[in-house]
């Protein structure tokens, strides 16, 4: 079974642009999350989609990130303009829902994105 | 609402060593509690889960965690460390029922020869 893919895995931009991040969840999951990880913590959830819909996006800043799950399959997180310190590794996650399951969350590899 | 804390943001053991990496969570309801691994440049990868069945739980990797009520402790053991367990490791809870994940701050395990 395929993981969950992202890409780019590296990216380095200049503060004021604009970059954005793809995420293809493992087949037949519902659910996809996007997480941002600042080097020493832990990741901190942006937006959770169920198929193609918005469950939860409370801690996205709005004012600069969007993202769209168009067709309730891949993703797409963006971030316009950038600042220093969205500087951190992008967690792309998916789970399969099923009825009082754990909803345990698949990880892709991540995009670390550098803002200069 | 939930939380986890994880105590110490490094961990030294020798290989061959007794690993114990602590967490304490905080939950007003019954919670889901998770284990993940991170190494570098890498998702993360659960180790194991607990989901109000058996309490001690045995994940991948020979690792192992005890979910204790009355401690609201959720630690992570492992008998004998190994070089390649040096990554950082994560504790996670949520909500039974629910799916939203809050991750602890990590702690890195170091392992010596």
């Known amino acids: 079974e395929a993981g969950v893919a992202q890409s780019p895995r590296y990216k380095i931009i200049e503060k004021r642009q604009s970059v954005a991040f793809w995420c293809n969840p493992i087949?037949?999951?519902?659910?996809l999350y996007w997480y941002q990880q600042i080097l020493g913590q832990g990741p901190k959830l942006l937006i959770q989609?169920?198929?193609?819909?918005?469950?939860?996006d409370s801690q996205l800043p709005k004012d600069r990130f969007s993202a769209e799950r168009l067709k309730g399959v891949d993703s797409t997180l963006k971030i316009q303009p950038a600042k220093l310190e969205d500087s951190a590794v992008y967690l792309c996650?998916?789970?399969?829902?099923?009825?009082?399951?754990?909803?345990?969350?698949?990880f892709g590899p991540g995009t670390r994105l550098t803002v200069t | 609402a939930q939380s986890v804390t994880q105590l110490g943001s490094h961990v030294s053991v020798s290989e061959g060593a007794l690993v114990l990496l602590r967490c304490n969570y905080s939950?007003?309801?019954?919670?889901?509690l998770f284990w993940y691994v991170q190494y570098p440049n890498q998702g993360l990868q659960l180790l194991l889960k607990?989901?109000?069945?058996?309490?001690l739980v045995k994940g991948i990797n020979g690792f192992e965690a005890e979910f204790k009520k009355s401690e609201t402790s959720f630690h992570l053991t492992k008998p004998s460390a190994h070089m390649s367990d040096a990554a950082e490791y994560f504790c996670?809870?949520?909500?039974?029922?629910?799916?939203?994940?809050?991750f602890g701050t990590g702690t890195r395990l170091l392992v010596s020869p």
């Open positions: 996650a998916s789970s399969l829902d099923s009825a009082g399951g754990s909803h345990e969350q698949y």
């Open positions: 087949s037949g999951h519902a659910t």
């Open positions: 989609f169920q198929n193609n819909g918005v469950v939860d």
């Open positions: 939950s007003s309801v019954p919670p889901y």
């Open positions: 607990y989901t109000s069945a058996a309490t």
């Open positions: 996670a809870v949520n909500r039974a029922g629910f799916q939203k994940l809050v």
